[in-house]
């Protein structure tokens, strides 16, 4: 009886354990990845919603559209996007030249973060909202 006990506790243990070291995997569900999502803007000093757009398409094309509250008008740049096999790691290209990679970390129907791996962009990390932006 104390065996069964003991054999069940150690079951149940292993099994809480396996759940939690998986769970990071839900995070990201990298079929929700096509469509709009804009960058959300933290810092009050910057008077601008969402500075910066990507609008990702099935057929592995990415828009990057970037705003400035010192110009009115936005800017654009046609991209390619790679997704490795874990869909973690986002690679754009433009040109054939790499231009910015990615880590995701989070990502559902509504809401995306992700790390920069790239100098160009700071290794920050941003978090990126569903977006509706018209050009």
């Known amino acids: 009886m104390m065996k069964t006990k003991t054999l069940c ?3 149940f243990l292993l099994l ?3 759940m939690t070291a998986c769970s ?3 995070n990201v569900d990298i079929d929700q990845l096509a469509g709009e999502w804009g960058v959300v803007n933290n ?3 910057i008077p601008i919603d969402c500075p910066k757009w990507y609008l990702f398409k099935p057929d592995n094309v990415c828009i990057v559209y970037y705003n400035s509250f010192l110009d009115t008008e936005s800017k ?3 991209c390619i996007y790679i997704v490795s096999k874990d869909g973690r790691l986002l690679t754009i290209y433009n040109l054939n030249k790499y231009v910015e990679q990615w880590k ?3 990502l559902n129907s509504s809401k995306m973060t992700w790390k920069s791996l790239s100098a160009i962009n700071g290794f920050l990390n941003e978090e990126l909202v569903r977006s509706t932006h018209r050009d």
Request: charged residues 40%; hydrophobic residues 30%.
């Open 76 to 78: 654009k740049d046609s």
């Open 16 to 18: 809480v354990f396996f």
């Open 43 to 45: 810092d009050p000093n």
């Open 104 to 106: 995701i970390s989070k």
């Open 24 to 26: 990071n995997d839900d």
């Open 9 to 11: 506790r150690t079951l």
